[in-house]
């Protein structure tokens, strides 16, 4: 779509800060009207529109995208949206270790284990910790527990934590943003952990770099999209 826009304004609505491109209502792509919750995150998503140039990139717009997620997705269906989320406890990234006795283990360990015990303290829970790739439960009541952790979050927050779950593969990792116990670039070093071992092993290329970079720019805007909801 090229800019048909000259101004982008904010108007309070019912239901938060509505968005006009030249006075006209902004739409999601499922033609719902397109507000925001918070001023933080309302004046975002006006400085992406603003600096749209002939033609609008989704790429370089990720605040407008989330926002579009979450009234067009999430808020259909949000216990079943929430749920897919809290299924990353399932099989949670940082539980998975290698062979025991070995480096790599013992380095995960370093990584991934304070993330855990923050895991266990905050939701009196416990993990099972996997030294293969072969599936094993955890506890019933620690998925049950940080299950909840995710249903009480509101349907913007989601939003985002989904792209998180997807990127990082640890539950862990998205709460612990959520609950600020660390930041999104801590927790994106540690959801690299296993590529960055690799990386110090055999050496890297260029697309694996640049692929990890884009990835790390969706994480980074996701988190960031979590700290302009708050306000």
Known sequence: MRRFWKTVSLEQGTYGHGIRLDGRVLKTPQKAELYLPTRPLADAVVAEWEAVGESIDPIAMPMTGFANAAIDHVATDRLTFAAAIAAYAENDAF?????????????????????????????????????????????????????????????????????????????????????????????????????????????????????????????????????????
């Open 95 to 231: 539980c998975y270790r290698g062979d025991e006795g070995e480096a790599l283990a013992a380095r995960q360990q370093d990584v991934w284990g304070p993330w855990l015990a923050w895991a266990t303290r905050r939701y009196d829970v416990g993990f099972t910790i996997v030294h293969s790739v072969m599936h094993q439960p955890q506890p019933p009541a620690t998925l049950e527990a940080l299950s909840a952790a995710v249903q009480v979050r509101g349907t913007f927050e989601l939003a985002a934590m989904a792209k998180l779950a997807h990127l990082s593969g640890s539950l862990v990792a998205v709460l612990a943003i959520v609950e600020r116990a660390g930041t999104a670039q801590e927790l994106w070093q540690a959801s690299c952990h296993d590529e960055l071992w690799q990386e110090e092993l055999w050496g890297s290329d260029h697309w694996a770099l640049k692929n990890r970079a884009d990835r790390e720019a969706e994480f980074l805007a996701a988190a960031r999209f979590l700290e302009l909801l708050r306000g």
